[in-house]
Each structure stands twice: as structure tokens, then as C-alpha cells.
């Protein structure tokens, strides 16, 4: 989506450019039209976040991926249950420890990753479509420096904290 062109009788906001604010604009205009793309196939990007965990994790437990996501047990329970009602995930008790839950995906599950997976890169491409190669790596290094300054995790994110909400497709 393009940024839109300022009216011509509004004057520019003075001041410096806040990394902040510039931030947080794509991080939301990246959430939400990703958001946009996959809710067509019944899922949001927390629920993606959590399949690609799942894949690279096969029977690990709730407890585990609670504690990588950061996110707080009774929200993830909720979106597991979501997740299982649609057939992608089963949780099953682990044989070592009966109050453990192994979590797996199904067939289903991971055909739908694949789908989710092309339609990610689709979206990252598109959102450095303005910049060179060179330019888009050392985007990400600065990136993913400052997230690690503050202890963000690689596949973490806030949006699990709460119900994904998309905003209408005009926005």
C-alpha cells in the first residue's frame, strides 16, 4: 500500500523524523495487510506464528511454547483451541508426563503452513520492494540489533497478548 501523498494546503509536521513513530507506521501497515492477506484461509498471524513453532518444535508442550512466545498460558490455550477446532494442531498427552500436552501438527496443518509460508515471502518482498538488496539486509541487521537490545525474541511478538484485530481492507 503507498504512502499517500500529503494534502498540499497541510503543512508538514516540523521537526526531526522519530524512529519511533516511523517504526511503529510499518510495523502496523505490516501487520495488518499481512493480517489481510492470510485471513482468507481462517487463520491470523498469531496463529501462524504458532504453527511455524509447532513445525520446528514437534512435541514440545503448551508450557514450552508459552515460554518462547511470551505469552501468558490461558491466551494460548485460546488460540491452540482455534487452531485444533480447524484440524490444523492436535495436543496429545505426553507418554513421560501425563500432565504434558505434545503438540503436533496435521496434515492439514502443514499444508496450510506451506500456503502461509509463500504468501510470508510474497509479503516481505513486497515490503522491501523499495530498497536494494544490500539495503534490505542491512535493514534487518539494524533491525534485529535493536530488538535484541531489548530482549525481543526472534519469534515472539506482542500481538500475542491479546486478539488480533485486522482493520477493514481500505485502511
Known amino acids: 500500500m503507498p504512502i499517500e501523498k500529503q494534502d498540499a494546503s497541510e503543512k508538514p509536521v516540523p521537526g526531526r523524523r522519530a524512529l519511533g513513530l516511523l ?8 501487520a ?9 484461509l481462517g487463520i491470523s498471524p498469531p496463529h501462524f506464528g504458532i504453527l511455524r513453532w509447532i513445525h520446528a518444535n514437534e ?3 503448551q508450557r514450552e511454547l ?3 512466545l511470551g505469552v501468558v498460558p490461558s491466551r494460548l490455550v485460546v488460540l491452540l483451541d482455534e487452531l485444533e477446532t480447524k484440524g490444523l494442531v492436535t495436543r496429545e498427552r505426553s507418554a513421560q508426563d501425563r500432565r504434558s500436552q505434545q503438540l503436533q501438527l496435521t496434515r492439514k496443518g502443514s499444508l496450510l503452513l506451506k500456503k502461509v509460508e509463500q504468501i510470508a515471502m510474497a509479503h516481505d518482498a513486497e515490503l522491501g520492494s523499495s530498497l536494494t538488496a544490500p539495503e534490505r539486509e542491512t535493514l534487518i541487521e539494524l533491525c534485529a540489533k535493536l530488538a535484541a537490545h531489548r530482549g525481543l525474541i526472534p519469534q515472539g511478538h506482542p500481538g500475542y497478548g491479546k486478539r488480533f484485530i485486522a482493520s477493514s481492507p481500505g485502511e
Do not use: D, W
Open 23 to 30: 517504526l511503529s507506521q510499518l510495523g502496523t501497515h505490516a
Open 66 to 68: 508459552a515460554s518462547h
Open 59 to 61: 512435541g514440545k508442550n
Open 32 to 40: 495488518l495487510s499481512f493480517g489481510r492477506k492470510i485471513a482468507g
